[in-house]
């Protein structure tokens, strides 16, 4: 069965604490994304990682891609208020035809 | 430069009616999506049209059909309305599969 399974599934974070969101799959993919969904709001792409080790960074939040072990993280340092959102990954499983597997999303709070 | 746009934006139907969601896109891109959310279970692919002249079912088709009437314009069908359709639609689209993909802003709906 295909699987993405993210923890936590919330966060209540301090400011200026930094954290980690982790994304498992269950099936061998090279391509997994970030997106952040605002209250009511539509999905924005955050990060595009298409091979193992990929590292990338914006601002205050860096994702990473392991594929040997199936596992993303994204790494939240010094957050601010104005990261509090819902943070999905996505894993496309099967190169080609694109059954594309949203995790369940980890809504974070970051607290004044 | 409107990106993906979606309408109508909210709707109300009873069991057994029948409705058209509307989905364009502007940027040229070659791959179109359709996704339903709803609480607590991220996002399920319904359909999906890699290009123009495709489409292929995702995680969760049934009740549901779609047509890629054009490049830009991606509709999701639903014949005959259930309560359990009652969810928010998001229309996504992608230059190529391997890209991130840029969402609509939702439709809402709700079946009683």
């Known amino acids: 069965e295909l699987k993405v399974e993210q923890n936590p599934l919330f966060l209540s974070m301090q400011e200026g604490k930094n954290y980690t969101i982790y994304c498992n799959y269950s099936t061998t993919s090279d391509r997994l994304y970030w997106y952040r969904q605002d209250p009511g709001k539509s999905l924005e792409s955050l990060f595009v990682l298409l091979s193992n080790g990929a590292v990338k960074q914006e601002g205050r939040l860096m994702a990473s891609l392991d594929t040997k072990a199936r596992l993303s993280t994204l790494h939240i340092t010094a957050a601010v208020h104005d990261l509090s959102a819902t943070y999905f990954c996505?894993?496309?499983?099967?190169?080609?035809?694109?059954?594309?597997?949203f995790g369940t999303g980890t809504r974070l709070k970051v607290l004044a | 430069n409107a990106g993906v746009t979606q309408t109508p934006k909210f709707q109300v139907l009873k069991t057994g009616q029948s409705m058209t969601l509307q989905c364009a896109q502007d940027m040229n891109h070659n791959s179109m999506y359709w996704y339903r959310q709803d609480p607590g279970m991220g996002l399920r692919l319904i359909y999906y049209?890699?290009?123009?002249?495709?489409?292929d079912k995702g995680e969760v088709p049934n009740g549901y059909n779609v047509s890629r009437l054009n490049k830009r314009e991606f509709s999701l069908r639903l014949e005959s309305a259930a309560p359990s359709q009652t969810s928010v639609y998001f229309c996504?689209?992608?230059?190529?599969?391997?890209?991130?993909?840029?969402f609509g802003p939702g439709t809402r709906l709700t079946v009683t």
């Open positions: 049209s890699a290009s123009e002249g495709t489409t």
């Open positions: 996504a689209s992608s230059p190529t599969p391997d890209y991130e993909q840029y």
């Open positions: 996505a894993v496309d499983f099967t190169s080609g035809t694109y059954k594309y597997i």
